[in-house]
């Protein structure tokens, strides 16, 4: 779905900048242009990066524990 309707960025988008890396929302504006016009759409593309940093930390977190 589209998170930023400006810059035509995607949840996947997000997702994807997240794995690779990119851990706060400066960066991941700069990297993908999310929330860099309006900024409306900067507290749902926060939520998905958070969403997923955590489960990169849980899957992650599951192999360290195995
Ligand atoms: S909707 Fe993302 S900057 Fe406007």
């Known amino acids: 779905m589209y998170v930023c309707l400006c810059n035509a960025v995607t949840d996947r988008a997000i997702r994807e900048a997240a794995a690779r890396g990119i851990d706060t929302m400066d960066a991941l504006a700069a990297e993908t242009g999310v929330g860099a016009c309006c900024g409306a759409c ?11 940093q955590a ?3 849980g899957f ?3 192999i360290a524990a195995a």
């Open 42 to 52: 900067r507290p749902l593309a926060l939520q998905i990066l958070d969403e997923a």
């Open 55 to 57: 489960s990169s930390r």
């Open 60 to 62: 992650h977190g599951a």
